[in-house]
């Protein structure tokens, strides 16, 4: 499983970004896939997850109303667009993927492959 964010960057607060990944090496439309974001001195955290046919979105409560996942199956790609981005946001942001149901939570341990990752900084 390979996968290359792109899209992160300096922003303001209140802000947008919208965060890209391009998958490969695994049936796309079979696996969950996952955003994942790290700030400094902090665990890797779970943002949002979305299942195979984009049907199932799943947001920690810090990101609900202001993040949106979606994927386009026929690119391999899974984006996440964030609005109303606050400094808490910033990290290092990580998309990943599973073939399993992912549930109301979602940790890093359960997932064994990542991107190099894109950085997010929201300052003013």
């Known amino acids: 499983l390979q996968f290359v964010e792109s899209g992160g960057g300096l922003v303001q607060p209140g802000g947008s970004l919208r965060l890209s990944c391009a998958a490969s090496?695994?049936?796309?439309?079979?696996?969950?896939k996952c955003w994942f974001r790290q700030a400094p001195g902090r665990e890797r955290e779970g943002v949002s997850c979305i299942d195979g046919s984009g049907t199932i979105k799943k947001y920690v409560d810090s990101v609900k109303g202001r993040f949106t996942i979606s994927v386009d199956i026929a690119k391999n790609t899974v984006y996440l667009q964030m609005n109303s981005l606050k400094p808490e946001d910033t990290a290092h942001y990580y998309c990943?993927?599973?073939?399993?149901?992912?549930?109301?939570?979602?940790?890093?341990?359960?997932?064994?492959?990542w991107g190099q990752g894109t950085q997010v900084t929201v300052s003013s």
């Open positions: 090496g695994f049936t796309f439309d079979k696996y969950y």
């Open positions: 990943t993927a599973t073939p399993l149901t992912v549930g109301s939570q979602w940790f890093s341990q359960d997932f064994d492959y």
